[in-house]
């Protein structure tokens, strides 16, 4: 009994020791590395626990829990008087910035030095359809139709719940395994069995087409055009071609429809802008909608423009955990004014932000679908002012951002549309 003892006490003391030798090393190696490439002191966080940041940790999910997560941002930053810092979180070392030199080196110029998930460089076989050229089609060869059939849109809902758990898992980085939500959980399956119905249909319609194909017949059906049935033809893996197309659902899910309510929410608070584009769009009379037409609407795109601004998504070294926060880079005065925080399209005359703002990345991490979002969200934008000449807010609750992969308003967005 006392050699077990003497054993895990002297076990206990070595991986003391070995942990305090590793903090050591790094820190040394840290010091070296910033004092060869000439980078400065990232500011750090000064809290009330320096070996595993607990304060930081508890006062992130508070602003989570509580809803005000973009407000305790822009706190904390405040606070640090910089636009760049670091933290200690459950003993990883995270960068936090809002600083555009960042975003631009993580982006482009120091881009394959960060990190990323593997799926992103898998086999590739998501790559040639995440484009606007394709995801014009359905992605699944139908419509879900859950405005007209409330009954279907259960795996709608299931998606919003997915969205916020991801968030949360998110922020828990490392301690990810201590985190069980069965709400997120039960949400997930729901939306895995959605999309396995889905494949599951598809192989046997393959199926299908190849006996076809041996017998020398011909299909009385068309082919199908859509993103899963090209995506099944290349990778027979159910499995992963389940991670494949979830990888395309679940950020073309909220994203778009997110930033359509943010507009409506912000055009309902300024009549003036809504005048605007409806002056700019009427004079369309009735030319077609193309993507040249939708793009070459210079007011209807400020207003796309300012509403992703303001409603978005030092050295760093070798397991470094790196937050670029867009949404105080698009809200700092320096680059915006001193009205930063007002809805105001007409900035868009002049100013020319460049990596000031990104609302999709850029350089080679951009998200692939930033021309289809934009697209989308002004066709929206040109019919509902096409029909409707006026249009007001029936609520005046302020933004509270509910955090998904972007925020969302918790009160939702409620307008009322006068017809011509």
Known sequence: MTQ??????????????????RVVYNRIHYITQRNARGCGVIKKYRGYDPILGLDFVLAMKSALNEHRWLPWQKEIFAAQNSKTFEANFFGSRMIYSSESENVKAMSTSHWKEFGLQPIRYDNGVAQPFAGPDTSTEFLFGESLNSLT????AEVAWAMVEVMRGIRVRLQMSKLLFLHHDKKWLDAVALVHRFIDNHIETTFEQLDERKVEQKDSKSSSEEERTDLLWDMAKQLPDKLALRSQILAVFVPSNDTTSIHIANIFFALARHP????????????????????????????????????????????????????????????????????????????????????????????PRICPAHILVATEAAYVLVRFVQRFKDIEARDEKPYTAVMRIGPSNLNGVKIGLVAN
Not at 6 to 12: D, E, F, Q, S
Not at 340 to 357: G, K, Q, T, V, Y
Request: charged letters at 25%; one cysteine or more; aromatic letters at 12%.
């Open 4 to 21: 077990i003892f003497a054993y895990t006490v002297t076990l206990g003391c070595v991986t003391i020791l070995l942990s305090l030798c």
């Open 149 to 152: 059939h409330p009954e279907k």
């Open 272 to 363: 003036h802008a809504w005048a605007k584009c409806r002056e700019e769009i009427l004079a369309l009379r009735s030319a077609p909608l193309t993507f040249e037409v939708l793009r070459g609407l210079k007011y209807v795109n400020w207003v796309l423009n300012e509403t992703h601004r303001l409603y978005p998504n030092g050295i760093q070294m070798k397991g470094d955990i790196v937050h670029c926060n867009r949404y105080l880079m698009h809200r700092d005065p320096d680059t915006w004014g001193e009205d930063a925080e007002e809805f105001r399209p007409e900035r868009w005359e002049e100013i020319r932000p460049l990596w000031r703002f990104v609302p999709f990345g850029g350089g």
